[in-house]
């Protein structure tokens, strides 16, 4: 009997933890597709980059020279990247049912293409782009941007 008691609080205790860790990082997308060099700086550590991973609010996306990546998020926002680019999802808000929607991401260096996905359909000022240049406020359906 004894193990069984002390069993319980541990699963229950690892249960919590991984929900707490769970609703504090939500999935925002994944990367759909990918070629060469692709990798993800999360959390002070990189991944490399590989079809389905998860992507999660912070991530910075690289690529390679010889790397492209394309990107699909849960409001269905679909983002090409071509070489030699880095790119972040700084902030990343979809819950429609309660009029949440938000979509903040920054270029750092290439060229990315957006199709926008329905956070720019339910609330096209809540949507932007943002380089060292310049902030970019979506109001369409397809923006490319090159930051060199």
Do not use: W
């Not at 609010?57 to 030699?84: F, P």
């Not at 932007?128 to 490319?144: D, E, F, N, Q, W």
């Amino acid at each position: 009997m004894k193990p069984t008691i002390t069993v319980i609080p541990v699963a229950v205790l690892l249960m919590a933890v991984s929900l707490a860790h769970g609703a504090a990082t939500n999935q925002i997308g994944i990367v759909k597709t990918m070629v060469g060099e692709v990798v993800i700086a999360r959390s002070g550590g990189t991944i490399r980059a590989a079809p389905n991973l998860k992507l999660y609010e912070g991530d910075i996306v690289r690529t390679g020279a010889n790397g492209k990546a394309g990107l699909i998020l849960e409001d269905d926002t679909v983002i090409s990247l071509g070489t030699n680019g880095r790119f972040a999802i700084e902030s990343f808000r979809f819950e429609p049912s309660e009029k949440k929607l938000s979509l903040v991401a920054r270029i750092f260096q290439g060229t990315v293409s957006f199709i926008c996905g329905q956070i720019a359909k339910l609330a096209p000022n809540r949507v932007h782009i943002k380089t060292p240049y310049a902030t970019v406020g979506v109001r369409g359906t397809h923006v490319l941007v090159r930051v060199d």
